[in-house]
């Protein structure tokens, strides 16, 4: 998976692809589908939601620049594969899922396999989580038509946020804002498709 879909593809930091490497994706999908686990694409996982293509989940972790002593906030934790490589990446990662069973059997996986810097939250995370802000990541895993301020209100000075930038329905910009002080620049890395993201206010 790591040499044939995402080194091809031109994910080059070695630390992310050693978490690529790490992280055992069979435990995230659904048991029916685990022949499948390492496969080029997307996989349903229950609540009508997908755990996302590995090549995607690498690009992203890359293009969040993270270090070891970073915290990061992940919105839309799914089925908490995404959590997962970025715990292998981060010091700490907090991430949100608007599905209580979802985060629930995802809290559970995390817990078996000791990603013990993980913590899941059950909630509507375009609020993003205040309490441990600031954050020197924010990786969105599911597309808007905007950037949902709290979530750069909660970025670290020097801090990057992804995220599906798009009309629903239609292919997203994966997007990367990055703040400095008070201002902050974006640019588009290619087109993506995710599931929406689902404000609950
Ligand atoms: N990172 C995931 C991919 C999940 S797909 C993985 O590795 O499996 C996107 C997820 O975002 C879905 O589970 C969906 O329920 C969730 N979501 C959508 N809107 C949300 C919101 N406002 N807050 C939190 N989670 C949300």
């Not at 934790?77 to 991430?95: K, M, N, Q, R």
């Amino acid at each position: 998976m790591v040499d044939k879909q995402i080194k091809k593809r031109g994910v080059v930091d070695p630390r992310v692809l050693a978490a690529m490497a790490a992280v055992p994706r069979h435990r995230f999908v659904p048991k029916m589908l685990t022949k499948q686990a390492y496969a080029d694409h997307p996989l349903p996982i229950p609540a009508s939601q997908t755990i996302s293509q590995p090549y995607m989940v690498a690009l992203m972790a890359e293009a969040a620049e993270i270090s070891p002593s970073d915290r990061v906030l992940e919105v839309g934790t799914g089925s908490g594969y995404g959590a997962a490589v970025l715990s292998e990446l981060a010091a700490d990662v907090v991430t949100v899922e608007r599905h209580q069973k979802l985060a629930d059997a995802a809290r559970e996986m995390l817990d078996e396999l000791g990603y013990d810097n993980v913590t899941v939250l059950n909630a509507d995370g375009s609020l993003g989580y205040l309490a441990r802000a600031p954050y020197a990541a924010v990786v969105v895993t599911a597309s808007s038509e905007t950037i949902p301020d709290p979530l750069v209100e909660q970025l670290a000075d020097g801090g990057r946020l992804l995220i599906p930038l798009g009309s629903l329905g239609e292919v997203q910009h994966l997007t990367r804002l990055r703040r400095t002080g008070d201002q902050s620049t974006t640019e588009s890395l290619g087109w993506v498709r995710f599931v929406p993201l689902i404000e609950d206010r």
